[in-house]
């Protein structure tokens, strides 16, 4: 099964609980504190690996984490940071945050990686927080919690040359013809199910060896969702030349010519400013013999490139395969992934103090990255570090916007994951 396109859940590992922990040695009547930080949790990276071709590996396996960070432990001892869970996906692969719809990366080069969820950072020990005036800290920061989300992967097939047109006009056959692909060919329409791919050897010395993807059938309608291979057309997006293959015994070969040039331009209008090579094919049905000439002429006016062929007689082959090799870039230029190529994008995280407060279902809503990592890494278990966090609340101004906002005792407010009630001294946490 040629699978294109999926939804994943991803989940960076907890960055580990940093330890409030004391000296305790005999000779040291008096020990500080001597609690280690966290482990950095774990990160989710996607790694292309060539000898992949579909994303099949998540046909069946949606949700992955990655491993937590250790805790910290005494004599300053950090915790082990998580292991990095690496998933790896076929080159064309798009990565999209499905919820913000943003892309993430589009990652095409052998090895190329992205971080796709970051693992949380481990927590403080105490040792941070000893002053002069507090040298007996019992407050160490819990671990980050790792960044989650849902991703769609699309996978845009990256071949040098595609071949597009009408159910049954032969691109099965004149792909077999060209390559040692052996695609299932049948004389209905929509034999071709799925994309298929083969290796074309050029005439002469030439050593450039393009690969072709035959596309599953369009049909009119096909770029609004209409027909089979609809799905399929962001496979063309990525090739550098195309092949427009037009069934030359059809009825009418000049309309079949015109829907599929109209998808392709509803589609995407860059698609017709790839180089493209007109097949003219089944030159060996008496039918295509005569509505050649007619159909010569009207693209010698339009200045495109055609050619009569038979992919299943052999017929115009080594003329097909002439204008392709022309078409087609340098050699040194075909080592390189086509454009769109290589794209992460990288986005500054915030680490401003800004917040908002909202009343959202009878709660109040607090959002900030800055005061929502906060709360994520207190333990409100800890009568020092609820104070603490209370303190921040109040120096960042979060307190005084709350009171604002008509907060009353008993009420209800959320910070990220984080659930409080307000109360006129320490909150209890309801997490």
């Known amino acids: 099964m040629f699978l294109d396109q999926v939804k994943i859940w991803v989940r960076a590992g907890a960055g580990g609980d940093g330890a409030a922990t004391f000296r305790r040695e005999a000779h040291v009547p008096r020990g500080g504190p001597d609690g280690g930080d966290g482990g950095r949790g774990g990160s989710v990276i996607l790694r292309v690996d060539t000898g992949q071709t579909t994303l099949r590996d998540f046909r069946y396996a949606h949700h992955f984490r990655a491993t937590p960070g250790g805790r910290g432990t005494?004599?300053?001892?950090?915790?082990?940071?998580?292991?990095?869970?690496?998933?790896?996906?076929?080159?064309?692969t798009a990565v999209y945050d499905d919820a913000a719809g943003e892309l993430l990366a589009d990652l095409?080069?052998?090895?190329?990686?992205?971080?796709?969820?970051?693992?949380?950072?481990g927590g403080l020990g105490n040792v941070h927080f000893a002053t002069a005036t507090h040298q007996a800290p019992r407050h160490a920061l819990k671990g980050e919690p790792g960044e989650e989300r849902w991703l769609r992967l699309e996978l845009r097939l990256i071949a040098d040359v595609g071949l597009v047109g009408l159910p049954n006009a032969g691109k099965s056959t004149l792909l077999a013809s060209l390559t040692a692909a052996r695609p299932?060919?049948?004389?209905?329409?929509?034999?071709?199910?799925?994309?298929?791919?083969?290796?074309?050897?050029?005439?002469?010395?030439?050593?450039?060896?393009?690969?072709?993807a035959d596309v599953p059938g369009?049909?009119?309608?096909?770029?609004?969702?209409?027909?089979?291979?609809?799905?399929?057309?962001?496979?063309?997006?990525?090739?550098?030349?195309l092949v427009h293959v037009v069934d030359g015994a059809a009825r009418d070969p000049e309309r079949d010519y015109a829907v599929i040039r109209d998808?392709?331009?509803?589609?995407?209008?860059?698609?017709?400013?790839?180089?493209?090579?007109?097949?003219?094919?089944?030159?060996?049905?008496?039918?295509?013999?005569?509505?050649?000439?007619a159909f010569r002429a009207a693209r010698q006016e339009a200045g495109a490139a055609a050619v009569a062929v038979s992919a299943a007689r052999g017929d115009g082959l080594a003329e097909l395969r002439r204008l392709l090799a022309d078409a087609l870039p340098s050699a040194a230029e075909?080592?390189?992934?086509?454009?769109?190529?290589?794209?992460?994008?990288?986005?500054?995280?915030?680490t401003d103090e800004t917040f908002s407060v909202a009343r959202e279902g009878g709660q109040l809503i607090v959002h900030g990255r800055r005061i929502e990592r906060l709360a994520a890494q207190t333990d409100f278990e800890n009568e020092e570090s609820a104070e603490r966090?209370?303190?921040?609340?109040?120096r960042l101004g979060v307190e005084a916007e709350l009171r604002r906002a008509g907060v009353a005792p008993g009420e209800t407010v959320r910070i990220?994951?984080?659930?409080?009630?307000?109360?006129?001294?320490?909150?209890?946490?309801?997490?």
Not at 199 to 208: K, Q
Not at 280 to 285: E, I, S, T, V
Not at 389 to 394: G, K
């Open 218 to 241: 369009l049909i009119e309608g096909a770029s609004s969702g209409a027909g089979l291979g609809h799905a399929f057309l962001r496979h063309v997006e990525r090739t550098r030349v």
């Open 184 to 212: 299932k060919i049948a004389d209905y329409p929509f034999t071709t199910l799925e994309p298929n791919l083969g290796v074309m050897e050029l005439d002469g010395a030439d050593e450039r060896r393009p690969t072709i």
């Open 108 to 121: 095409v080069s052998a090895e190329q990686m992205a971080m796709v969820a970051r693992g949380g950072r």
């Open 334 to 350: 075909m080592a390189t992934p086509p454009e769109p190529a290589g794209i992460v994008v990288h986005r500054l995280a915030s």
């Open 416 to 431: 990220g994951r984080v659930e409080l009630e307000w109360e006129a001294e320490p909150w209890e946490s309801r997490r």
């Open 74 to 92: 005494g004599q300053k001892r950090h915790g082990r940071a998580g292991e990095d869970l690496v998933l790896h996906v076929p080159p064309g």
């Open 263 to 293: 998808e392709l331009v509803a589609h995407d209008p860059a698609l017709l400013r790839k180089p493209m090579v007109v097949a003219f094919n089944k030159l060996d049905l008496p039918a295509a013999t005569a509505a050649w000439p």
């Open 389 to 394: 966090f209370q303190r921040d609340l109040a």
